[in-house]
């Protein structure tokens, strides 16, 4: 049994506070990529954020689980991990 995988791109900052401040300049993907080049501190920010498809357990437990409950094609809310605050935009999920 192959793990189910999600492809999604994320913002990595260092607060609650700037993640927030980012999150209501984000209406659609193209806002997001725009801002994950110019905000977040993750070297994904060169490809606007996109992590690509990566299956369930490969991320830790936090960004995982925003990941498997925010609507697809939407933004997530300030996710907490030990790198920082993340917002999150999932493109698919293949359970």
């Not at 913002?11 to 609650?16: E, F, G, N, Q």
């Not at 980012?22 to 992590?51: H, M, N, T, V, Y």
């Not at 369930?56 to 409950?69: L, P, S, T, Y």
């Not at 939407?74 to 999920?93: A, C, D, N, Q």
Request: hydrophobic letters at 35%; aromatic letters at 8%.
């Amino acid at each position: 049994m192959v793990n189910p995988s999600a492809h999604a791109s994320h913002i990595l900052v260092a607060s609650k506070s700037e993640a927030l401040q980012i999150s209501e300049k984000i209406g659609k993907l193209k806002d997001f990529e725009k801002l994950a080049r110019k905000k977040s501190s993750c070297p994904s920010s060169q490809r606007g954020g996109d992590l690509g498809w990566f299956r369930k357990g490969n991320m830790v437990r936090e960004f995982e689980e925003a990941v498997w409950q925010t609507p697809l094609k939407t933004v997530s809310p300030p996710i907490k991990t030990t790198f920082g605050y993340h917002l999150i935009w999932v493109h698919e999920r293949e359970e």
